[in-house]
């Protein structure tokens, strides 16, 4: 079995701060895990995704993310924040088998 | 290249009738899921289909189904609605399937009265 924990259900920012989005994912296998955004109203955008290779993932819009096995951990991070980063945040692990799960989300404020 | 296309966008239902929701992939696309997204329940996988076969299939009732076509579109049915069902369904394409990149449409938003 699978599972996605993402620890903060919802995270307030002020605009230029540094950004934390915290995961941590349960497998019994290798998975592969993904970060997904979504604005109000609209479907998920892949913010990045780690498949094995190298651990520290960069995605689009500044965010990156650090795959720690020992840590079981997948957060997601940015050095600043901006304003249109206002949205409700999903860490995904997806199974050899084909199988998703997603986390409950993290719903991300950013603050003038 | 077009995104995923879902249809319809919003529809109201009343309880006890069915409705069917269709999701046009991304072209070259041979993998969909469907999800059912509910502010209660967060983001829930419903199935998978690949080349016409359901692959995967999360814990729905029996009273949601769906299908894939030759084309690769894929339609979900939910039949004898119920106040619960009331939720945003996505569809997602991905080219690969397993731990492929999914591409999410807009979702169909459905509610049921």
């Known amino acids: 079995a699978q599972s996605v924990t993402q620890l903060d259900s919802h995270v307030s920012v002020s605009e230029g701060t540094p950004v934390l989005l915290r995961c941590n994912y349960s497998s019994s296998y290798s998975p592969s895990l993904f970060w997904y955004v979504q604005h109000p109203n609209k479907g998920l955008q892949l913010l990045l995704k780690y498949t094995s290779a190298a651990t520290l993932v960069k995605g689009i819009n500044g965010f990156e993310a650090e795959f720690k096995k020992s840590e079981t951990s997948f957060h997601l991070t940015k050095p600043s924040a901006h304003m249109s980063d206002a949205a409700e945040y999903f860490c995904v692990v997806i199974s050899n088998a084909g199988k998703s799960t997603f986390g409950d989300g993290t719903t991300l404020t950013v603050k003038p | 290249k077009a995104g995923v296309t879902q249809t319809p966008r919003y529809l109201i239902k009343t309880r006890g009738q069915q409705v069917t929701l269709s999701c046009s992939p991304i072209?070259?696309?041979?993998?969909v899921s469907w999800y059912q997204q509910t502010p209660g329940q967060g983001l829930q996988f419903l199935f998978e289909y690949f080349s016409e076969t359901q692959r995967n299939k999360g814990n729905f009732p029996g009273r949601f189904s769906g299908r894939q076509f030759s084309n690769s579109r894929s339609e979900m049915n939910v039949s004898t609605l119920e106040l619960g069902d009331s939720a945003l369904y996505l569809c997602?394409?991905?080219?690969?399937?397993?731990?492929?990149?999914?591409?999410f449409g807009e979702g169909s938003r459905l509610t049921v009265l």
């Open positions: 997602a394409s991905s080219l690969e399937g397993f731990t492929g990149e999914l591409f």
């Open positions: 072209s070259g696309h041979r993998s």
